[in-house]
């Protein structure tokens, strides 16, 4: 018993005199959208700097903010990508876990398209007819005045100018940023076209134009959007949701479907025409700017010209800049490390 005290006493003797290692790389999680332009930083930043390559999974932006916000040190993430900004509730899931000084990034825009092969025909939707197409309710054609559960098998059934085939939509799951823009951007709008359900409290509206379709019509495809990308050309009868710098990187064999007459285009996209575009950020810890090797620098290389900036390697990823009196004050609040303001 005296022999197993003494060897107790020495383990946490060790335990408590020898210091927990420090990490020596960023760690970055979130949005599947901006996985791709913080890749392309990240290694730029590995092959000029002399320091490690920072790690990036692609968690989903939800999933990122809930590992992001878990607490400060180095066993949880230094930054986020999100392809929407944080909502109050994960704000105060952060300060809740002694996350309390975030910068905010905003890095550029980009747009959700919804794709198919080039052997299949070309799409030309609304809004509208996207709704009718994945929500789980909608108004019965007999009837417009109540709602019932989705009956439209077929693209042709909702509109007989579309393509003679099955629905079947690949898209990300609820965790995905893009799916909380794809929600409010193209299902919202798309609900609001039909009386009885603009006509709802906004509690039953959120249900009527949130819900998406569970017969197969809508199929949750995770947040690999390249495994998307390659579902589509083993299936030329599908579609699918991602970001435009997907589609751009693969515009040799898929082709972007038109949103109210108006293609997914880069130009398109920063003019604001095309009507399914959003901005897309990152998020970092203060606290862990001076103590993770590498974080200020990293900082520094997104926010500069050669990569965020016009013809910069961010845009030849597919990412649409943002004007430049705004880089220039996204770039100033990141170098005063500016911290978001949470109510």
């Known amino acids: 018993m005296k022999v197993q005290t003494m060897l107790a006493a020495g383990a946490l003797s060790l335990m408590i005199t020898v210091p927990a290692m420090a990490r020596d790389y ?7 959208t901006v996985y791709p332009f913080s890749t392309a930083v990240a290694e730029q930043f590995g092959r000029t700097s002399g320091g490690k390559t920072p790690k990036i999974e692609s968690t989903g932006t939800g999933g990122g903010f809930k590992l992001f916000c878990s ?31 975030i910068v905010e990034v905003k890095v550029g825009y980009d747009g959700i398209v919804i794709a198919n092969a080039k052997t299949a ?5 609304t809004r509208k007819e996207i709704f009718l197409a994945l929500a789980k309710e909608v108004p019965d054609p007999k009837d417009p005045s109540k709602l019932i559960a989705n009956p439209y098998k077929n693209w042709k059934e909702i509109n007989p100018s579309l393509p003679d085939s099955k629905i079947e939509v690949l898209g990300p799951p609820p965790t995905s940023g893009t799916r909380d823009a794809f929600v ?10 039909f009386p009885v359900i603009k006509a709802l409290d906004k509690k039953a509206f959120a249900a009527a134009a949130h819900t998406v379709r569970e017969d197969g019509g809508y199929v949750e495809a995770g ?10 050309q083993a299936n030329p009868n599908a579609l699918g949701i991602f ?51 590498g974080v200020k620098g990293f900082l520094a290389e997104f926010t500069s010209e050669k990569a965020w900036g016009e013809g910069g390697y961010l845009a030849d990823k ?16 990141v170098a005063a490390l500016k911290t978001l303001e949470i109510k």
Request: proline share 6%.
């Open 26 to 32: 960023i760690s970055i999680v979130g949005s599947s």
């Open 71 to 101: 607490g400060v040190g180095v066993n949880f993430p230094d930054m986020t990508n999100a392809s929407r900004a944080i909502k109050s509730s994960e704000s105060k899931n952060c300060v809740d876990n002694g996350v309390k000084d």
């Open 121 to 125: 025909p070309a799409f030309e939707l």
């Open 184 to 193: 409010e951007m193209v299902m919202e709008e798309g609900a609001k076209t």
């Open 223 to 232: 947040e690999n959007d390249n495994l998307i990308v390659q579902k589509l």
């Open 243 to 293: 970001g435009f710098s997907f589609l751009d990187q693969n515009a040799d064999v898929l082709q972007g479907a038109s949103v109210e007459k108006t293609a997914p285009t880069f130009e398109a996209i920063a003019d604001g025409s095309y009507p399914v575009s959003r901005p897309l950020f990152f998020y970092v810890k203060k606290a862990h700017v001076d103590v993770i090797p």
């Open 318 to 333: 597919g990412m649409i800049p943002m004007p430049a009196a705004e880089r220039k004050q996204f770039a100033e609040n």
